[in-house]
């Protein structure tokens, strides 16, 4: 995979088959994020920004620590502050590094209806292609996780690339080179994975957090962007991460059993007037005393 | 002898609402399969095809309810209607027209044509809306945007079924309707054949 081109898994709202496609031997790559680690410094965040040669946009403050309200079409990168009170009373100030998971079955390359606008590379990487987006929005709707961004003066969409232009070329993501305290790691999946157990054994053995517990989410056939988190049974409490994540099912159905049942309806209607005319043909004019014309 | 079955009006309010649905009809499939794409690409892109999509399909929605102040009252379904109904196989199938009742100004297959483009209309407007301002949807309710791409579609789908039937009605099983839709004018033969009740009320038989 190093210093080499990235080879194309899957394409959005492609005709016939996908050139390229498992001619590959790329490792499967991820980032893991340890939300017990993180402190908040937001260097992620400035280093997204500083990579992808976004200006630092205007904010809105709300009371909290956390940059803006939401990810932003020229924000890819937002760490969440949360504010939690356990049952017990105890309290925690949980901090998520959001942004895009790049799963396995991508609900918006699914969505997509442009040739080519959201491509999966076979290391896992989903990547929006804005030469070929048409400003749909549909990804938005595909996403479980809420993460495609509308510009709309340009009428594209934008999201976390995971550094695919880095990656192709053997670094790191610029957020994991700037985390300064270790909380972001990058590798092949099945390195992060055994990274993420380790992590996951230490916080059991040593720390209270006994339900402490790797985010891969299976709904989504399994993320490229993993967390580590102090409570796995309530991902909700840091800041809305879906417990059990899906392709929407409207989506599927919308995909699936909809667009044949359209095709079959369409080219059936099509073919059965032709056949209706062959059969029936045109209906004659009578004239005044009844007979046909 | 030649009788006005259109006027101008009507003429320009049908061809509008045509014309603006068959734009939305290519641009939309374009985007319901890859297969079907190019049609964006020979209306000048992508991202032009979605641009202009919403807004031409407020302007068919707009003709559509100007249509609907022209011929609502002359669509609205009667007892008979639904006795043609009854007996439509005999219309459709048998060309066995005298086993169908005498019908009106527009007969009660036009009629459900009619009405289920107006309601596709309306459900393609509600849908469209999400669909095009995906965002402004709450995330706490985002099943509202999902389910508007399901309805847009199955809306959409019905009135190409419909659509399909109409367009092969008009220029295939009943000739002369062009003609009266494009310049208003049918023969009388065609009037009392077709639209029997029409044909002695405005002749005042």
Same mark, same amino acid.
Request: charged share 20%.
């Given at each position: 995979?190093? #210093? ?8 959005s ?20 994020? *340890? ?29 909290? %620590? ?9 924000? %890819? ?29 991508p609900g918006c390359l699914r969505a997509c209806p442009s *040739?080519?606008a959201i ?7 989903v990547?929006f292609?804005?030469? #070929?987006c048409?400003?749909c929005q549909y990804c938005v709707t595909g996403c479980?996780?809420?993460i495609p961004k509308f ?6 969409v934008?999201k ?54 790797? %985010? ?14 102090? *409570? ?5 409490? %840091? ?23 359209? #095709? ?24 005044? #005393?009844?007979?046909?014309? | ?31 319901? /399969? ?14 032009? /095809? ?23 009252? +002359?669509? /609205? ?57 995906p ?10 945007? /999902? ?52 044909? +002695? ?5």
């Amino acid at each position: 995979m190093a #210093n080499g081109p990235l080879e194309i898994k899957a394409i959005s709202g492609h005709a016939g088959t996908v050139a390229g496609r498992d001619t590959s031997r790329d490792y499967a790559v991820a980032k893991l994020i *340890d939300v017990t680690t993180c402190i908040g410094c937001k260097a992620c965040e400035v280093a997204c920004l500083e990579w992808n040669g976004y200006p630092f946009r205007e904010t809105e403050f709300d009371n909290t %620590y956390q940059t803006m309200p939401d990810l932003a079409w020229n924000y %890819y990168n937002l760490i969440r502050f949360n504010e939690h009170t356990n049952a017990d009373g105890t309290f925690q100030w949980l901090m998520r590094k959001d942004g895009c998971m790049h799963c396995a079955d991508p609900g918006c390359l699914r969505a997509c209806p442009s *040739d080519g606008a959201i491509v999966q590379y076979t290391n896992g990487i989903v990547d929006f292609q804005q030469d #070929n987006c048409i400003g749909c929005q549909y990804c938005v709707t595909g996403c479980p996780f809420n993460i495609p961004k509308f510009n709309s003066e340009t009428k594209k969409v934008h999201k976390c690339t995971l550094c695919s232009d880095r990656v192709g070329a053997g670094l790191e993501p610029a957020c994991v080179k700037a985390c300064p305290t270790g909380c972001l790691h990058f590798g092949s999946k099945e390195d992060m994975k055994e990274l993420a157990a380790t992590r996951v054994q230490q916080l059991h053995e040593h720390t209270s957090h006994k339900n402490a517990g790797v %985010y891969d989410p299976a709904g989504v056939g399994g993320t490229h962007v993993m967390y580590v988190l102090h *409570d796995i049974n309530e991902p909700e409490k %840091y800041g809305g991460l879906p417990k059990d994540p899906q392709v929407p099912l409207s989506v599927r159905i919308w995909k699936g059993p909809l667009k044949w049942l359209g #095709n079959l309806a369409m080219a059936g209607g099509i073919l059965g007037v032709a056949v209706h005319y062959l059969r029936f043909g045109p209906k004659r004019e009578m004239s005044e #005393n009844g007979k046909p014309k | 002898m030649t009788i006005q079955r259109y006027t101008f009006h009507e003429r320009i309010c049908h061809w509008l609402t045509g014309l603006t649905y068959c734009y939305c009809l290519a641009t939309g499939l374009a985007f319901y /399969s890859p297969w079907l794409f190019w049609m964006a690409i020979v209306l000048g892109g992508g991202p032009v /095809s979605r641009f202009w999509h919403p807004f031409v399909g407020l302007v068919f929605l707009a003709a559509a309810i100007w249509m609907h102040g022209l011929w609502r009252s +002359d669509m /609205s379904i009667t007892p008979i209607d639904r006795e043609w109904l009854d007996q439509a196989g005999n219309y459709a199938t048998n060309n066995n027209d005298d086993a169908v009742p005498p019908q009106g100004r527009f007969n009660a297959g036009q009629k459900v044509f009619y009405w289920a483009m107006f309601y596709g209309a309306l459900l393609l407007l509600i849908s469209g809306l999400v669909l095009w301002f995906p965002e402004r949807v709450p995330v706490g309710a985002r099943w509202i945007r /999902s389910f508007a791409i399901l309805l847009h579609e199955s809306a959409a789908l019905i009135t190409i079924g419909a659509f399909i039937i109409h367009v092969y009605m008009g220029v295939f099983v009943v000739p002369g309707s062009v003609k009266a839709i494009v310049n208003g004018e049918v023969s009388a033969d065609w009037a009392r054949t077709h639209h029997r009740l029409w044909y +002695d009320r405005i002749t005042g038989r």
